[in-house]
């Protein structure tokens, strides 16, 4: 310990040249055949090394920490502050400037899309609610063979039910009949079967595309005139009167009644009621009835999107168009020969049933 | 130009800071301090985070040009800045290190290299500083006093009331030799 404390002496006055010239030498050598010593010596420099670092360190510390102190640390913090609250204030700003520029992009986008829906849908929207009210029959499909088999027997009725199926009315005694555009639309040939089962062949010979009219005659030699038991009302009839028709929604003849509940028809059309009346398919060209007995309207189609929202051509149309019609094709009027006024519905039935026929169509 | 101009003007404060002239130190400090503040208190740190961080990268700037071989190669508000953004992320990581970092910090770990020395030296001066506190009074004193403040040991012996300085001398082997020996248990030299 004390040889120890003289050697570290020895050192520190050999580093700090206190030696004179002779113990300078005498310790050098020392040195030189000691490693021990040598390496005490040299592990002294490098401490006193550090030792000096930290001395450097610790004033250094002291003098930032002064001139720390002599900072005006109140008006750097709220400078400071308030740099950051801009800075914050303007990302905030841009990140909302990039949220507002997206949503406005997707409301564009979600917009120009609805509108593109919704005009498509409205364009959609009168068809779909709108249906005729034809019969869609057995969809056999018939050879052309078969078809033309039966062209050539004339007289013969096919047995095949037909592809669509509609009602016709009977509006002159010589075998006029009216009954509804689409129901003859695109079609090869056209039989009408009265309630008795006896089928006609029969041909559109005028069609009115607008109205959805198509007059039929009977094209068979078998048929019989007979005179109309009723007339075609001119006048447009009142709100609320009660109508009736008779069509064949299915194979046998059937009876409806209901009331005129507008003066036009689907979407405004003025040559048509609106009738709330029972209505199916097949009712299609069916004739519709006053309390009298006259035909005041045909049957046209009904409304989907509502129960028994019918609509119905008006007879005066019906009327001003037999007149417009070509004058070879001319029918004998003979309207109002027996007005069925005053009879019961039944008896008007029974007497209508005769005029009443069901459409079927081939095509 | 300016740019080039504050460059010289950097150089300039960074040889009185080598030479230990204290107006460069202070003028640098209250420069920089600013910006950093700013920084470090944009990321959630303290006031006192800001000064710690701040006299840190002061200190690394301080033991670079102390090598002589420093050139400053960007403007010394930069170097700082980037040290101390350096040093925050480290203290960050240290603290929180469950915590997941603030995006902005993880994009930028600047100035790996400057700090690596840095981290040998803050090491050992963190190793002498705990040697220092340990051995306790006077001895601490009296070896700050000789070695750090050059004072002579007749002061010293003065100070603390030795009777001669031979008695001081003895007094202050025994404390170095203790420091010594604390300090080289922890330094291990390669020789």
């Known amino acids: 310990m004390k040889e120890d404390m003289i050697l570290l002496r020895e050192i520190e006055r050999y580093l700090e040249g206190e030696m004179n010239e002779s113990e300078k030498t005498a310790f050098e050598a020392l040195r030189h055949t000691n490693p021990l010593i040598n390496k005490q010596v040299e592990e002294h420099q490098l401490f006193l090394q550090h030792l000096g670092n930290y001395g450097q360190r610790v004033n250094l510390q002291a003098k930032l920490d002064q001139i720390h102190h002599q900072l005006d640390m109140p008006t750097l913090r709220k400078q400071a502050q308030e740099e950051n609250q801009t800075a914050k204030r303007l990302t905030i700003r841009r990140r909302t400037i990039t949220n507002l520029a997206a949503a406005a992009c997707i409301a564009l986008v979600t917009s120009l899309s609805t509108i593109a829906v919704i005009q ?10 709108y249906e005729d009210v034809r019969r869609v029959l057995n969809n056999i499909q018939r050879s052309q063979n078969a078809l033309v088999n039966d062209m050539n027997k004339k007289s013969r009725a096919p047995l095949n039910p037909g592809t669509y199926g509609g009602t016709g009315f009977a509006v002159s005694g010589n075998g006029y009949i009216v009954t509804n555009y689409h129901v003859v639309a695109g079609a090869d040939s056209v039989y009408v079967q009265n309630n008795k089962g006896e089928a006609f062949k029969a041909v559109s010979i005028f069609e009115d595309i607008s109205s959805d009219l198509a007059i039929l005659k009977i094209a068979d030699s078998t048929f019989k005139s007979q005179p109309l038991p009723y007339s075609l009302k001119p006048q447009a009839v ?29 979407n ?41 929202i019918a609509f119905a051509v008006k007879s005066a149309h019906l009327k001003h168009l037999l007149d417009e019609m070509p004058k070879d094709k001319q ?12 009879m019961n519905r039944i008896d ?5 049933e005769d005029f009443v026929y069901m459409v079927k169509v081939y095509n | 130009m300016k740019q080039n101009q504050d460059i010289t003007r950097d150089r300039e404060l960074l040889l009185g800071l080598a030479k230990g002239e204290d107006k460069s130190l202070e003028i640098i400090y209250s420069e920089n301090f600013p910006v950093v503040l700013r920084m470090i208190l944009q990321h959630n740190g303290s006031e006192d985070d800001a000064k710690d961080v701040f006299q840190e990268a002061i200190i690394v700037l ?21 040290v101390c953004r350096h040093l925050w992320l480290k203290k960050v990581q240290r603290t929180y290190g469950l915590y997941a970092l603030t995006p902005e910090l993880e994009e930028v770990i600047p100035a790996t290299e400057e700090l690596e020395e840095h981290n040998v030296k803050d090491q050992e001066f963190r190793i002498m500083e705990g040697a220092m506190s ?4 006077p001895c601490q004193t009296i070896l700050e006093d000789y070695y750090l403040h050059k004072k002579s040991m007749q002061e010293i012996a003065e100070k603390f009331g030795y009777t001669n300085a031979e008695n001081a001398k003895n007094q202050k082997y025994k404390c170095l ?14 020789l």
């Open chain 1, 120 to 129: 498509n849908v409205s364009r959609n929207k009168s068809t779909a609610q």
């Open chain 1, 238 to 266: 009142k709100l609320g009167e009660e109508v009736f028709t008779i069509g064949y929604p299915r194979d046998e003849i059937v009876y409806g009644k209901g009331y005129i509940s507008a003066k036009t028809g689907f």
């Open chain 1, 268 to 308: 405004g059309d003025t040559t048509a009621y609106q009738v709330s009346i029972p209505v199916n398919p097949g009712n299609s060209g069916a004739p519709l009835l006053d309390n009298k007995g006259d035909v005041v309207g045909i049957v046209t189609g009904k409304q989907t999107t509502s129960d028994g």
């Open chain 1, 331 to 342: 029918l004998r009027k003979e309207w109002g020969h027996k007005s069925m006024e005053g």
């Open chain 1, 348 to 352: 008007q039935i029974k007497k209508l």
């Open chain 2, 62 to 82: 301080y033991e670079k040009v102390q090598n002589n071989d420093f050139t400053l190669s960007s403007r010394l508000k930069t170097f700082l800045y980037s």
């Open chain 2, 134 to 137: 340990s051995i306790g009074q």
């Open chain 2, 177 to 190: 030799m203790r420091l010594k020996k604390l300090f080289f248990d922890q330094y291990k030299t390669p």
